[in-house]
């Protein structure tokens, strides 16, 4: 995940997308948000619902290297 992470970091990407084991088995997966370093796990079919709804927040947007 550390390279996933740096890789985000340093191309700006504002979301990184996890599908891990325990996402598959209960069907989710958990949006990292790199603005904040928050972490959302969601069903994955509302994923593109809630990537939608955390663009809406222009903060979320700018990420910042680390």
Do not use: H, T, W
Request: glycine letters at 4%.
């Amino acid at each position: 995940m550390d390279k996933q992470l740096d890789y985000g970091l340093k191309n700006k990407i504002p979301f990184l997308i996890f599908i891990g084991e325990n996402e598959l088995k209960e069907n989710k997966i958990k949006i990292k948000c790199l603005a904040n370093s928050q972490e959302l796990v969601v069903n994955r079919e509302k994923m593109i619902e809630e990537i939608n709804e955390l663009k809406k927040n222009k903060e979320l947007l700018i990420v910042k290297k680390k």
